[in-house]
Each structure stands twice: as structure tokens, then as C-alpha cells.
């Protein structure tokens, strides 16, 4: 097996699939991440969920905004991954079945301009999309990131963002490159001093 040709093969899908990104997604990622920037600055709580590496991811996401992105002095924002409490989500799943294991937490924490961010590399994973839909019922924004098939987080609002490929790997990148972007968003928003 020659590794330098898969490296290389990986690494110019990848850029490929970012250059395509930047010219077909632009729109929704800013649009994304100034309703981001909104419900953050009217109060709200930023909750992020998803399964396998988009648990990961939005862990990763709710890490950012607690601790910091770029700037040291940027105060700590409220953001909380359903990814994390062990307690919570063994006994949803084993009280009211896996499916319900974002939703109802989101039931009990969500509040009207708080925002979800339902991550899903295939964009059908049932419990993302249950919580999408307690969220959107109950007065939250509504964030997708999701792979090439948007359709069943449309719902939602117009704040989808798709990555057009079939490789989970190569959708994985493109998210992680997509919430870092998110964060230098709210990193220059709530940087500044008094903010």
C-alpha cells in the first residue's frame, strides 16, 4: 500500500470539499453563526448535541464557549453539551429509550432564545432530530450541521448547514472547520471590553 498517495488523496478531497464549502455555504454558516451571536447576547444558553464523533464535536463546541477560543480575555458564555451527563443519559435511555435522550433535556433546560445546535453527519439521527423538534416547538433557535442530506433538519429553519459528501470522515472535517469558524464569530463579538 502506498500511504504518501492515500495521504495525498485525503488531503485534496478535503480541500477540494473546503473550497466547496466556502462557495456554496458561506451564507448559511454566517447566517448560523449570527443566530448564534444573537442568542448569546440576549442571555440565552447555547446547547449542542449529536452521537459518535458529533457527541465529540459538540462537546468540543460547549468547551469553546465555556472555556475560550482565541481571545484570553473573552468572558466564559453559557453552552451546554447533552452529550456529557452520564446519569441523565443512561436513565432517559433506559426510562424513555434512546431516542429521547436530547429531547428531554432539552425539555427541562431549553428556554424561548436559548439555541440548539443538532450536529448529524447523515442529518437523520433520530434523537437530534427529536430534540430539533422539542426545540423549535418550545421558542429555541434552531442550528443544523449535517452532511449532504439536509432535508429532514429543514424544518428547523434556514439555519442547515450541508456538507456534500458521502464519507463521514471527510463531513466530520468540514463540521469541526465550520464551529471553529463559529467560534472566531463569537470570539470577535464578545472579545472586547464590557462586552
Known sequence: M???AAAELIIASHLKLAQH????ELDSIVSAGNALVTGLRNGGTVFVCGNG????????FAAELVGRFVIKTRRPLPAIA???DSSALTAISNDHGYQSVFARQIEALGRPGD???GISTSGRSHNVLDAMDKAFAA???CIGLVGQDRSPMAAYGRNIVGIPHSETARVQEMH?????????????EFGGAGL
Not at 469541526?176 to 470577535?188: A, L, R, S, Y
Open 21 to 24: 464549502v466556502l462557495d456554496e
Open 82 to 84: 447533552l452529550t456529557t
Open 176 to 188: 469541526i472547520m465550520v464551529i471553529h469558524t463559529w467560534c472566531e464569530m463569537i470570539d470577535q
Open 53 to 60: 464523533g458529533s457527541a465529540a464535536d459538540a462537546q468540543h
Open 115 to 117: 439555541v440548539l445546535v
Open 2 to 4: 502506498n500511504h504518501r
Open 139 to 141: 421558542g429555541l433557535t
